[in-house]
Each structure stands twice: as structure tokens, then as C-alpha cells.
């Protein structure tokens, strides 16, 4: 067991790409926890998903030796978090787990909105903050701009900011030595009631549940026997280990050390993360504050393409939802597209990952239906319904009004560009709350709602500022507004999977663009097809879809016009009574293609 003023429990905090894993790495090289022929990039990207996009989706931590330049040997314990917004829930996970943090800044981009998001959640977990500038090695740095705009926007003094280069190496040391000078030894004491918090758990084929633990007080061994405070289960500890990167058994964890404990539990489900872990016989008198659970915000349909796939999507989102907690599903049916499950995620990152996984890992074919959020639709009678898909709205005559989910988006752009994205904003129904600079950079926060953010917004933002812009949101609760069901009837049948909310003054616009687009997207059939958009009986745009036909006249040469008119009646009151009876087949790729209609 190491001495707690030799123990540094620290993540490293940053946007999406100014190098937190690279850091990590040389972090793990230099120190030899990893020897250099099994080093290799992102060392702690595990995921292929993670590798091939460059992103971290899933927190991961490492224990690092470390003999300082007075000679005292320490206990580094290191969590690599996520940048991007929609896993700020990993983030926020990490920072209760340790007591210091690496604010790292990219020195050419400067301060972006996530480093402020993230940062933020290191200064409510009251963590020290060290300043790190990377990429000092670049010819665009600007190492001097980049101190000023920390002090300036986040409000931390960065005077003695350390400049490195995570990708040569250059100035790492000083990171490591600042680690043990700067950051605070953890508290705890060893003879009181074993309490550890529980930061993550994930399913290992060969041991069963994992679980990562942060130790606040007390000792825990090999072969006690444990409760969970929330869940009232108990175990017995198989396995104690701490990661460096791979896994190094131990006899015993005391206070302020990270590591990991296999009791035999069988499904992920069974341990809530933020749960208290303590003795089953000496218990803790209270349970340390947990975390509020994940609630996600954004819903879609998964669908097999083939049917007879769906127990295979059954078992994979199982398994999937096992390492992600922040992942929910349950079961629906479509009349188009037959039995799937309607799924939440954090946000539209997420559902790509998921998606990605499943059709990787499982190897399933999807189909996702369109994204869409929860609407809370009150009812005269006083009640209140959640409404996860448009198409189970109730009846309109028994609707008092909707209300839809808002959020608060802070977007940091340069100037040049600050009129496209205020005129985006207002295109998708934003109310403007603030507008400062900082430096030649605007800070806009605007009040959005989810709905028109969900689609496209992120990529429609990337386009209008060239990729400058960056973009973080947070929940702020439902307003209520003027939102109408717009259905899609093909040949005069509903189509659920195409059922879409959207604000009543929009709905014309959106109606038209998307039967027009339908119209180029469904086949011909021998009859003709009426698309329609409607809200309720109304009918607001129409195309009509010719049908194929036959030259029944070709045989007539000369002799009377009756004849000719005689075969054509024939033909028409034949595709009539086919209108009636025919049924339109729509392709699976239509449904896709007709909802990414804003493009």
C-alpha cells in the first residue's frame, strides 16, 4: 500500500484534438511504464472506433511510477477523458475520481468552447488546475496569445503555463514534475470504513463485470466481502488489480489508490456507476454523493434490413448496452419496417458510435430512423405525456399544448464569420443571450431548441465557418411552442417512419421540400401516386407521381376517333380500380434520404 503524500490522482482536460492522448502516451513512455516495443499510438484508445476516428470515446485510466528529481518515488494515477460534447458524461465521471487536473491548450488554436466545458467540470470537482500549451512545436504557436486568452476567458492564472510538444516529447518532464508539485496529495484515512467509489464497469469475456474503484477510505482486499450501498448486492472479491495498461494483480487497495476488483458479478446492470463500495460486515455510515444518472436527449428506431435478424440486434444492443451506461433502448414496431428498437442516446456523436459498433462488431445491417427528441405534450384533463416518437401523438382535440426540449449553446468563432452563424442560429429558431469577445474570437450563447439542432446543425456550423467554429450545449429544461405532427401520406396511407415535428410556421417549407424529394426517391408503379404532407386532415403540399403506361393506341391507324378513345377509357378505369387496390412499395433508402432534407 503507498503512502497517501506519494499518491497524484490526475485526468488530462481538453477540446477534441489538442492532444490529450498523445500526452498520455508520452506520459506512459517516459516514465517506462510501457516498454518502448509495445508502445504505439493512442496507446489508450481501445476501441478501432477510437483509433480510426482519433477520438476517445470511453475514459480510460493508467497507473504511472514515477522518481521525481529529488529522488522520491511516486504513484501517478492517470484518466484520459473524452473532449467531445456528447461524452461530457464520462467527463464529469473522471474528474470526482481525482483530485488535479491537465488543462492542455492547443497553442495555434487557443481556448475553444469544450476546453471551456471541460474545464469548467474540473473547477466544480474543485480540482487544482495546471496549464499545459501544446503543440508549442508548430510554426503557427502563439504561445503568449494563448496565455492571455486562458486568463482572460477561463479565469485561471497561466503565468507559469509549461510549454511541450506531446508529439516530440519536448518539455514532458516538466509536466511530470509539475504533477507532483503542484497537484494536491489525496485525503483518506486507512483504519475508518472502507468506502470506494465506483467510476466505470465494463463486461471482459473471461472475468466477468470489471470494476474501476477509487478508494476515499479505509483498505480493501483480496477475498473480503463487499455491498454495493445502492444496489444492497453483495460479493466476494475474486481479483484486485491496477492497470498499467495491462492488468498487475495486488494484494490490497488502500486510500486515495485507483484500481480494479472482478467479483463475479454477472451483468454490468448490477453496478450503478457512482455507487459506494464498503465492507458487508463494517459499513460505512453514509454513502458518498453519487452522480446524477445520464439522461439522453436525442431517440432513434434501429431497424435489421432483414427481419430475420432482429434476435441477433437483440443480443448485440444487449451487449453494447453492458459497457455504456449512458446508452437506453427498448422495443417498437414500425408497419414499414417491421420490429427494431427505439434507442437514446447523449447526442448525435453517440448515435453514430453506437451505430458504427453495431454493424462492426455484430456485423448487423441497420436501418436508423430519423432522430428526434422528447416532447412533453400536456393533455386537457391535466395530465402530462412524454412523446419519444411523432408517431404516437394523441388525438389534437384532447391536446392542451407541446412543449419541446431547449438548450443553451455556447459557439466560439472568429470574427470574419460571426454574421453566418448568427443568421443560422435565427434560421433554426434562436433566441440570442449573449454575444462577448475575447481576443479577435466571438463568444456567442444562444437559447436553441434540441429539435433543429439534432439534424444537422453541427455540420451545417463546421460549414458556414470553414471548420473554426466550435460548439458545446447544455440542457436548460422545455418552453413551450407552436409545434404541429406533419404526416407523409404515399397513394393516401400514412407512412409512420416518416412522421416528423416541426414548428407550424415551418411546416410548409419542410412539407413541400420533402414530397418533392420523395417523389424523385420512390419508382414508378403502373398507377399514379399522390404524395401529400398534412397536419391532421389538412393537406399542405402535393406532388403526384405518373404512372407508368402502355400505348394501348398503337394498333389504331386511321378509321374513327371513337376507337381510339374507346381503348383509352378501358385503360384508365383499369389503373383506377389498381389505385385502389395497389399497395406502393417505398425502398429502405428512401426513408434515410427523404428525412437529411435540410441539406
Not at 428506431?301 to 432482429?310: K, Q
Request: with cysteine; aromatic share 6%; charged share 30%.
Amino acid at each position: 500500500m503507498t503512502d497517501l503524500a506519494q499518491i497524484r490522482n490526475f485526468s488530462i482536460v481538453a477540446h477534441i484534438d489538442h492532444g490529450k492522448s498523445t500526452l498520455a502516451d508520452r506520459l506512459i513512455q517516459m516514465t517506462g511504464t510501457v516498454k518502448d516495443r509495445d508502445m504505439q499510438e493512442q496507446l489508450l484508445d481501445s476501441m478501432d472506433i477510437e483509433r480510426e476516428r482519433g477520438i476517445t470515446i470511453k475514459a480510460n485510466t493508467v497507473r504511472i511510477d514515477y522518481t521525481a528529481r529529488d529522488g522520491q518515488a511516486y504513484v501517478l494515477n492517470l484518466i484520459d477523458t473524452p473532449g467531445h460534447v456528447d461524452f461530457a458524461y464520462e467527463v464529469s465521471r473522471s474528474m470526482r475520481a481525482v483530485e488535479g487536473s491537465l488543462l492542455v491548450v492547443d497553442a495555434t488554436q487557443g481556448v475553444e468552447a469544450q476546453t471551456l466545458a471541460n474545464v469548467y467540470q474540473a473547477i466544480d470537482a474543485d480540482h487544482e488546475i495546471v496549464p499545459v500549451l501544446n503543440k508549442i512545436d508548430l510554426p503557427a504557436a502563439e504561445p503568449d496569445r494563448v496565455r492571455e486568452q486562458i486568463e482572460d476567458v477561463i479565469g485561471i492564472d497561466a503565468s507559469d503555463a509549461i510549454e511541450i510538444s506531446a508529439k516530440t516529447g519536448l518539455g514532458i518532464p516538466d509536466v511530470l514534475e509539475a504533477i507532483v508539485q503542484r497537484l494536491p496529495a489525496p485525503e483518506g484515512r486507512k483504519d475508518a470504513p472502507l468506502k470506494a467509489m465506483l467510476v466505470d464497469s465494463w463486461y471482459d469475456p473471461y472475468l466477468g463485470v470489471v470494476v474501476l474503484i477509487r478508494v476515499m477510505d479505509g483498505t480493501i482486499r483480496k477475498g473480503d466481502r463487499i455491498r454495493m450501498m445502492q444496489t444492497g448486492a453483495t460479493y466476494g472479491i475474486d481479483k484486485l488489480a491496477v492497470l498499467k495498461p495491462q492488468m498487475v494483480d495486488i494484494p490490497e487497495l488502500g486510500p486515495g489508490e485507483i484500481g480494479i476488483l472482478t467479483a463475479s458479478i454477472k451483468q454490468v446492470r448490477d453496478t450503478k456507476v457512482g455507487d459506494t463500495i464498503t465492507h458487508e460486515k463494517a459499513q460505512a455510515a453514509e454513502p458518498l454523493p453519487g452522480f446524477a444518472p445520464s439522461v439522453p436527449v436525442v431517440f432513434c428506431g434501429l431497424f435489421p434490413v432483414d427481419s430475420a435478424d432482429f434476435e441477433d440486434l437483440r443480443g448485440a444492443i444487449e451487449k453494447l448496452a453492458l459497457n455504456d451506461a449512458s446508452f437506453s433502448h427498448e422495443m417498437e414496431t414500425s408497419a414499414a419496417l417491421g420490429f427494431g428498437f427505439r434507442c437514446g442516446f447523449l447526442g448525435l456523436l453517440h448515435l453514430e458510435v453506437i451505430r458504427d459498433r453495431l454493424e462492426r462488431e455484430y456485423d448487423i445491417d441497420l436501418i436508423t430512423t430519423a432522430p428526434s427528441v422528447i416532447y412533453h405534450v400536456y393533455m386537457k384533463d391535466g395530465t402530462m405525456r412524454e412523446l419519444h416518437n411523432p408517431a404516437d401523438m394523441p388525438d389534437l382535440t384532447h391536446v392542451d399544448h407541446l412543449e419541446e426540449p431547449r438548450i443553451k449553446a455556447t459557439i466560439l468563432v472568429p470574427d470574419d464569420y460571426l454574421g453566418d452563424v448568427l443568421k443560422l442560429c435565427q434560421d433554426r429558431r434562436g433566441i440570442q443571450l449573449d454575444l462577448t469577445y475575447a481576443g479577435t474570437r466571438a463568444m456567442v450563447v444562444y437559447d436553441l431548441p434540441l429539435n433543429e439542432v439534432v439534424f444537422d446543425f453541427y455540420d451545417r456550423l463546421k460549414s458556414v465557418t470553414k471548420g473554426y467554429a466550435s460548439f458545446d450545449y447544455q440542457m436548460e429544461g422545455y418552453r413551450q411552442d407552436n409545434l404541429v405532427k406533419m404526416q407523409i401520406l404515399v397513394n393516401e396511407e400514412p407512412v409512420d417512419a416518416l412522421s416528423i415535428m416541426v414548428h407550424r410556421d415551418r411546416a410548409e417549407t419542410r412539407g413541400r421540400a420533402m414530397v418533392e424529394k420523395l417523389k424523385d426517391l420512390i419508382p414508378r408503379h403502373m398507377f399514379k401516386i399522390p404524395i401529400q404532407a398534412a397536419i391532421g386532415g389538412k393537406v399542405i403540399a402535393r406532388e403526384t407521381l405518373a404512372a407508368l403506361r402502355k400505348d394501348v393506341t398503337a394498333k389504331c391507324y386511321g378509321g374513327d376517333a371513337t376507337r381510339k378513345r374507346k381503348l383509352l377509357d378501358k385503360q384508365k378505369a383499369g389503373k383506377k380500380k389498381m389505385r385502389q387496390f395497389g399497395k406502393v412499395e417505398i425502398p429502405q433508402s428512401a426513408f434515410i434520404s427523404a428525412l437529411k432534407m435540410d441539406s
